[in-house]
């Protein structure tokens, strides 16, 4: 069955980095995009950008070009969220989410979700 | 971007009753070549990951109950729930996917 699983919880300071991975099975790897979503809590869902899982190629939505950076592992199965310089306001649950152009990019699988946590 | 806005923001509705939830988009979202409306519906329980139960606007998503229903075209959404039972208590979020970014609405919280 599909399952995308993702790291743990991370509790970091104010200008520090943290990087979180999503691990895919039950599906070809490179045959779905990745997408990234942000929850603040207690707020709703803001997609991020995705990434191509064929090229490797990201795609960043407004209000995540520059301290985001999405990577991957293809021979692992592995998508990686990067978070430069972390501010207060960073503190969310960062979902990954799959998607295919062949379904009209419909996202249809989530990750568990990782709470970042940033705090002095 | 298109925005997407979702009415109410929440709502009450007895065991066994009708729960209806509107969504707005700022621009249609049918894409005439294939008469398809990129919109999508998610639920999202406490402390869990959204899950798919709607997606085309109308087509649900497998092992989703048939008491949820989605209906609507070009920019104007619903999504009902023609029986509300204890374990759909959750966060209801329409979504597109013509454009992106892909955007979502603010959510509707239901509640018993």
């Known amino acids: 069955q599909v399952q995308l699983v993702q790291s743990g919880s991370e509790l970091k300071k104010p200008g520090a980095s943290v990087k979180v991975s999503c691990k895919a099975s039950?599906?070809?790897?490179?045959?779905?995009?990745v997408n990234w979503v942000r929850q603040a809590p207690g707020q709703g869902l803001e997609w991020m950008g995705w990434?191509?899982?064929?090229?490797?190629?990201?795609t960043y939505a407004r209000g995540f070009r520059g301290r985001f950076v999405f990577s991957l592992d293809t021979s692992a199965s592995t998508a990686y969220l990067l978070i430069d310089s972390l501010r207060a306001e960073d503190t969310a649950v960062y979902y990954c989410?799959?998607?295919?152009?062949?379904?009209?990019?419909?996202?249809?699988?989530w990750g568990q979700g990782t709470l970042v946590t940033v705090s002095s | 971007d298109i925005v997407m806005t979702q009415s109410p923001d929440s709502l009450a509705v007895s065991l066994g009753e009708r729960a209806t939830i509107d969504c707005k988009s700022s621009q249609s979202i049918l894409y005439r070549s294939n008469n398809k409306n990129y919109l999508a519906w998610y639920q999202q329980k406490p402390g869990q990951s959204p899950k798919l139960l709607i997606y085309w606007a109308s087509t649900r998503e497998s092992g989703v109950p048939d008491r949820f229903s989605g209906s609507g075209s070009g920019a104007d959404f619903t999504l009902t729930i023609s029986s509300l039972q204890a374990e759909d208590v959750a966060v209801y979020y329409c979504?597109?996917?013509?454009?992106?970014?892909?955007?979502f609405g603010q959510g509707t919280k239901v509640e018993i």
């Open positions: 990434i191509n899982t064929n090229t490797g190629n990201p």
């Open positions: 979504q597109q996917y013509y454009n992106s970014p892909w955007t």
């Open positions: 039950g599906y070809t790897f490179t045959t779905f995009v």
């Open positions: 989410a799959r998607s295919t152009a062949s379904s009209g990019n419909l996202i249809d699988y």
